[in-house]
């Protein structure tokens, strides 16, 4: 199994970014997936989380600005990014609990990189 990610790059604060996140391989069925990010010199925490059923979870800071959502038939959780703050620069994990041969596993990608600059 595989998350391949896209989407990242530079943006003028107050702009907007889209990432995407795509899950390929061997899958059965996935329940939780979900963003992380680390910012420079800080720990990584949880960006958002979005269930099976499209609950969604979002740190304090990002309600109102960030949405995530899912295609379920095409294995991809988004993160729309908007009103994006210089706070906001980070390497952006996604992230998915799979159940595939041999059991259920969270898998991660290998991050993206966005920067909120003037």
């Known amino acids: 199994v595989q998350l391949v990610e896209s989407g990242g790059g530079l943006v003028q604060p107050g702009g907007s970014l889209r990432l995407s996140c795509a899950a390929s391989?061997?899958?059965?069925?996935?329940?939780?997936m979900g963003w992380d990010r680390q910012a420079p010199g800080k720990q990584r925490e949880l960006a958002a989380t979005i269930t099976s059923g499209s609950t969604t979870n979002y740190a304090d800071s990002l309600k109102g600005r960030f949405t995530i959502s899912r295609d379920n038939a095409k294995n991809t959780v988004y993160l729309q990014m908007n009103s994006l703050k210089p706070e906001d620069t980070a390497v952006y994990y996604c992230n998915a609990d799979i159940l595939r041969i041999g059991g259920r596993t969270t898998y991660w990608g290998q991050g993206t990189q966005v920067t909120v600059s003037s």
């Open positions: 391989g061997t899958i059965f069925s996935i329940y939780n």
